[in-house]
């Protein structure tokens, strides 16, 4: 957790101090994790429990990416705090140590925290794409514990600023309150007692500033619904939910979501790697697919049966050959020389994928093997390859 720092008046942090608070988030986790990183954006203390207490466990037993909670604000406008009494630094504090307590079970220990600061009630979306940009990285995944419908104007600029990071990979969640279609998200036997401790860390005063959303997650179950950014238009993000008693009033609305059958989120786009022949493209796919604790498939064209001269001339080559053979193109990294040949239908298919191109030093022979080759009245010359992207 980044140590606190001093705040402007008022308790937010200027522009300067937001950017070193986030520069200095993205160096810890970048020096810690060399493999891309899992954000889950809280605009709140208590967001990332509420929304996402089972998908949080979820995520972490199913991922070697580090996850990191990025809390937009601390907290420090509450009514109750101040019928309490406490002053907003007191409050912010308290709301802090929840939150860390509540990340931590979720996690099981293994989470990261990233402070911003922004004042609560307060939050811009300009400011807080400012500080996403310096955490953003290559490959970083993006979980929100907000949705575009959210009627809370905090909500509503976090979620417009997620969305213009342009990540290829965004997942919204629902409120306990809020109905609508959602991939659901059910805690399991090893994470019930971690989605308990979870909650329990809220009992002293995060319970007790929203009781009917802490009651309708106990009562739904404590399940997570999750609806990835394909099923979200960027459009709908500054459209207001009308006021929160209606939604209250139906409180038992989100039932019919829980109980229908679930559609798995939308999986981010594989990494395609291309290459000339003998040129250690599939080593290449097999390391990027390691260092990103993924899957490789390599020569796709041959593990279907395909033959590249049925494919040539048409524009949905590759979305077809995708639809007939879904887990070949399920894996993280996708590797065949030949689809260079099909790259207009290949951009098509799949827009938002990443496209790496292996060039192999011409001066070398088909014979060439990895240590290096031998041709007569020449020195012995090292292989050497390229990568484009």
């Not at 630094?89 to 996690?107: P, V």
């Amino acid at each position: 957790m980044l140590p606190t720092r001093r705040q402007a008046p008022g308790g937010a942090p200027g522009t300067a101090g937001l950017c070193r608070r986030a520069r200095t988030g993205a160096r810890r986790v970048a020096q810690a994790f060399s493999r891309p990183v899992t954000y889950v954006v809280a605009p709140h203390p208590d967001d990332e429990t509420l929304r996402l207490a089972s998908y949080i466990p979820w995520l972490c037993a199913r991922t070697q990416h580090p996850v990191v909670l990025v809390a937009v604000s601390d907290g420090g406008a509450s009514r109750r705090a101040e019928l309490k009494g406490w002053t907003p630094a007191y409050e912010r504090e308290f709301r802090r140590s929840e939150q860390a307590a509540a990340w931590s079970a979720l996690t099981a220990g293994a989470g990261h925290i990233v402070r911003l600061g922004l004042p609560d009630g307060d939050v811009q979306a300009e400011e807080v794409g400012r500080a996403l940009k310096k955490l953003d990285r290559r490959g970083a995944r993006w979980v929100v514990a907000g949705h575009p419908d959210d009627d809370h104007p905090d909500h509503r600029a976090v979620v417009e600023a997620v969305q213009g990071l342009g990540a290829r990979t965004v997942r919204f969640s629902l409120g306990t309150l809020m109905s609508g279609e959602a991939s659901v998200y059910r805690p399991t036997r090893s994470s019930e007692d971690q989605i308990q401790i979870a909650v329990a860390a809220y009992e002293n005063f995060g319970r007790q500033s929203v009781k009917d959303e802490f009651s309708a997650l106990r009562r739904l179950g404590y399940v997570s619904r999750v609806v990835s950014r394909s099923t979200v238009p960027a459009a709908a993000a500054p459209r207001p939910q009308p006021p929160a008693e209606p939604a209250r009033a139906g409180a038992s609305e989100p039932a019919p979501a829980v109980t229908a059958e679930p559609s798995p989120p939308a999986p981010a786009p594989p990494i395609f790697v291309l290459g000339n022949q003998k040129s250690g493209s599939t080593a290449i796919a097999s390391l990027l697919a390691e260092c990103i604790g993924g899957r490789a498939s390599l020569d796709v064209l041959y593990q279907t049966r395909t033959r590249l001269a049925d494919l040539l001339g048409q524009e949905d080559a590759v979305a077809t050959l995708a639809q007939r053979r879904p887990k070949v193109f399920a894996a993280d990294v996708v590797k065949d020389n030949d689809v260079i040949f099909l790259l207009p239908s290949l951009l098509a298919a799949f827009p938002d994928a990443q496209v790496v191109f292996v060039v192999r030093d011409p001066g070398t022979t088909s014979g060439a093997s990895s240590t290096g080759w031998t041709c007569p009245g020449r020195r012995r010359t090292s292989r050497r390859t390229s990568t484009t992207t």
